[in-house]
């Protein structure tokens, strides 16, 4: 299964802004649609973003609409999730996962072919 590993967490204010990366563990990034995911405390693991492997659709979670954007840089084999306008519910640990595509190229927050990696913390508090 493919397996990620993921940094850029940390510790921020409400309103505040963080920008995660997400990097294949012994592969490349190349064709593979990629999903963002979260875990609060005590909750199920939650969609959050995706993007096509072509980088030209993306999907987002209601709720982070808006403040948070998905992005890849294949030549760097490296996702990204930038999030602006924290709040505290974002607090979770972040997971960067391979998703599955429909055939017209839309990704959907599904995890596919991947297991759970370390992930990242991010903390929101006031």
């Known amino acids: 299964q493919l397996q990620f590993v993921e940094s850029g967490g940390g510790l921020v204010q409400p309103g505040g802004s963080l920008r995660l990366s997400c990097v294949p563990s012994?592969?490349?990034?190349?064709?593979?649609?990629i999903g963002w995911f979260r875990q609060a405390p005590g909750k199920d693991y939650e969609g959050v973003a995706c993007i096509s492997s072509t980088g030209e659709n993306a999907n987002y979670l209601d709720s982070v609409e808006g403040r948070f954007t998905i992005s890849r840089d294949d030549a760097k084999s490296t996702a990204y999730l930038q999030m602006e306008n924290l709040k505290t519910e974002d607090t979770a640990v972040y997971y960067c996962?391979?998703?599955?595509?429909?055939?017209?190229?839309?990704?959907?927050?599904?995890?596919?072919?991947?297991?759970w990696g370390q992930g990242t913390q991010v903390t929101v508090f006031s």
């Open positions: 012994g592969f490349t990034l190349l064709q593979h649609p």
């Open positions: 996962v391979a998703v599955r595509q429909t055939w017209q190229a839309l990704c959907e927050l599904t995890p596919d072919f991947s297991s």
